[in-house]
């Protein structure tokens, strides 16, 4: 296993870091972070799924019905691991290492961190590493 960070990368204006999760030569895992200074809850989802089509492989975004600002440290940008390595503790790996790496000196706590436009995938992680049924979430121009 090893890790490679890749420092400030810029897309659209925002800084964000990437990390790869590799195994044997092959990149199984990879994860984006940046900083964000405030997501939004989502007090009534109700599973409610952006898109009409499944059937490809392709996840459907929750949209927000309700939704309340907090203030947060970290957005996981974007999540990702191959298909055969999932369940595995990869993507739990690599937020943990974000949480602990990305801000030189501090450990960030679960409940400043957000995800960018869950997918219906990222909303059960989000709900398994955090322990809680209300995620945050931020950029929600991309979710409508």
């Not at 964000?16 to 990879?30: E, F």
């Amino acid at each position: 296993m090893g890790f490679i960070d890749d420092n400030d990368n810029e897309e659209n204006g925002h800084k964000y870091t990437s990390y790869l999760y590799i195994s044997k030569k092959r990149i199984i895992g990879y994860c984006s972070a940046e900083i964000i200074s405030k997501a939004y809850k989502i007090l009534n989802n109700n599973n409610t799924l952006n898109g009409t089509n499944n059937d490809n492989g392709l996840e459907r975004s929750i949209i927000p019905i309700k939704a309340t600002k907090q203030s947060v440290m970290l957005g996981i940008r974007q999540i990702w691991c191959h298909s055969s390595h999932r369940k595995s503790n990869i993507a739990t790996t690599l937020v943990n290492c974000i949480r602990e790496r990305f801000i030189f000196g501090c450990y960030i706590p679960v409940e400043n961190i957000a995800f960018s436009s869950p997918t219906t995938d990222g909303y059960a992680f989000f709900k398994k590493y955090t322990a809680c049924d209300t995620p945050l979430v931020y950029d929600l121009s991309s979710l409508s």
